[in-house]
């Protein structure tokens, strides 16, 4: 696993995609993710240091966890299928037992903006979808 964090946000009007692309804490390989408006609207949100005067969906799932006695520690993006990206949010609950609850990268990383966590990509998924800086 290497720790990621959010390099830079890709809007390609040309193919109609939003791309976020991060980057290797501790090196310099980077990992394209094709994301959805919302969620780039999401992130884009939290970055600008606007705050919503009623929450939104990544920040109603932050207060919730932590309303709930649990903690979002960190989230990993663990498998790359079909081209698509596969991601868990690991959850201490309030009893100290880490809980991984599946979810989209975009989701994820939303949240893990919010939370102020660590961005794990397992080493499998670097391997087959980053990309080094030329």
């Not at 830079?8 to 791309?19: G, L, N, T, W, Y």
């Not at 939290?46 to 903690?71: E, M, V």
């Not at 868990?88 to 979810?103: N, Q, S, Y």
């Amino acid at each position: 696993m290497k720790e990621m964090k959010l390099n830079r946000i890709k809007i390609d009007e040309k193919r109609s995609e939003q791309v976020i692309v991060l980057k290797e804490v501790n090196g310099d390989m980077l990992l394209p993710v094709v994301i959805g408006i919302p969620e780039v609207n999401a992130i884009k949100l939290k970055l600008s240091g606007i705050q919503p005067p009623r929450p939104l969906t990544h920040d109603l799932l932050n207060a919730t966890i932590r309303a709930l006695g649990a903690q979002l520690i960190k989230i990993l993006i663990d498998k790359l299928e079909n081209r698509t990206f596969f991601a868990k949010l690991v959850i201490l609950d309030r009893d100290g037992k880490e809980v991984f609850i599946d979810a989209r990268p975009s989701d994820s990383i939303a949240l893990a903006l919010r939370a102020d966590v660590p961005i794990f990509v397992d080493d499998t998924v670097l391997d087959e979808a980053g990309v080094r800086p030329s």
